[in-house]
């Protein structure tokens, strides 16, 4: 797959080419006895059986994601049956070559996922020997490891602590001030690679109480400040938000839409997902945020997108355009053959260097095989 990206300078117009997302819904689900729960001591989840939770809607389980050449199993849950992206994962970053994979809760109350040649993924380490320990994924869908013998069944870990791209209702975006642990997304690499190399961050600015893409650490977006229970200063972020600030915690939280059901008995259900190109897709209402509304330094101000920083040659004319065609062969052209790179990485070595007009990128969906960088002005004065 090729993919072109040009400068519009001056007068010169090339057209822009834009995506849309669907909506996510709860489904209506027959009442069914589902295994939600994982025992501990000889009882294992692999990939040859799941956990699902008891309103039918989540599945813990593997899943094998990547292009043919870079196929890998990771230990995921998804929504509603798709696999193709789930919105948790717990290898991320040790992806599983073959089939191998075991999660489960060992006899001293270790959780763990273990697969052959390869080090351990370790969740939960318990500090003594500790029985009656399970692991519920909840109509929620979180993954909850509980201490069934405490009298309030204390939650070890859950996986709502750890997000990778996706932040669903009753996850929390911010910092534990007690633990140090920060709540945050960071996107994939592309649409199919979920390596937490991903060029983006969604995070929540504790001090000025907004919310902030950033690429590579500099702030990409923004969605202005929180002025109500329901709204930013962008007024197409309407849902209902929960925000604590105090000595241990700050972070935000938003909720299930108040208009639970449709006249098809089916509940609206957001999920905010931190995609690769930069924008959140809000799969309940098909929205999306910052990402390719954000092109250069002729952004959409009202809309959150800040100005990419970079030499004084990217006047306000300068944009990233997507469009289809070719340079001839005579145009000097430097490449780079860095798989590590995603596209928006490429726009912006592109963007920071003034005789660059245009990337191109050779590869799948999963990785970039050469980034070629076209060397000549389109335009000559």
Not at 102 to 123: C, H, Q, W
Not at 317 to 341: A, H, I, M, Q, W
């Amino acid at each position: 797959m090729l993919l072109t990206f040009f400068f519009r300078v001056q007068e010169c117009y090339l057209p822009w080419l834009e995506g849309s997302t669907g909506s996510f819904c709860f489904a209506s689900v027959p009442l069914t006895f589902w295994q939600q729960t994982l025992y501990q001591g000889g009882h294992s989840l692999n990939s040859s059986n799941t956990l699902v939770s008891k309103n039918g809607l989540f599945t813990l389980g593997f899943t094998r994601l990547g292009s043919a050449e870079s196929n890998a199993t990771y230990l995921g849950i998804w929504y509603n049956n798709d696999r193709s992206h789930p919105f948790w994962l717990a290898n991320r970053d040790k992806p599983i070559a073959d089939n191998s994979g075991v999660l489960a809760i060992d006899g001293s109350g270790n959780m763990k996922l273990t697969y052959s040649r390869g080090d351990p993924v370790e969740f939960y380490s318990s500090q003594s020997s500790t029985t009656n320990i399970t692991a519920i994924l909840e109509d929620s869908g979180n993954f909850v490891l509980i201490d069934e013998n405490s009298s309030s069944q204390q939650v070890l870990w859950q996986s709502f602590d750890f997000p990778t791209d996706t932040v669903l209702p009753g996850m929390k975006l911010g910092i534990n001030h007690r633990t140090g642990q920060t709540w945050s997304l960071v996107s994939w690499l592309s649409d199919i690679v979920p390596t937490p190399a991903g060029a983006f961050t969604l995070e929540w600015d504790t001090n000025g109480k907004e919310l902030v893409i950033k690429r590579r650490d500099v702030i990409y977006w923004t969605s202005g400040l929180f002025t109500s229970n329901t709204s930013f200063e962008i007024p197409s972020l309407d849902q209902s938000f929960k925000i604590v600030s105090n000595a241990g915690e700050d972070y935000l939280m938003f909720n299930v839409s108040p208009k639970q059901f449709t006249a098809q008995g089916q509940r609206n259900f957001s999920m905010w997902q931190l995609k690769y190109d930069g924008s959140i897709a809000d799969q309940s209402t098909g929205r999306t945020y910052g990402g390719t509304a954000c092109t250069g330094n002729n952004t959409d101000i009202d809309g959150g997108c800040e100005r990419w920083s970079g030499p004084a040659c990217r006047s306000n004319r300068n944009s990233f355009e997507l469009t289809s065609g070719s340079f001839v062969n005579k145009v000097p052209r430097k490449y780079d053959d860095n798989s590590s790179l995603s596209i928006s990485d490429c726009k912006d070595i592109c963007w920071k260097d003034c005789q660059c007009v245009g990337v191109s990128t050779i590869g799948n969906n999963a990785t970039i095989l050469d980034a070629r960088f076209f060397m000549e002005a389109l335009h000559k004065t």
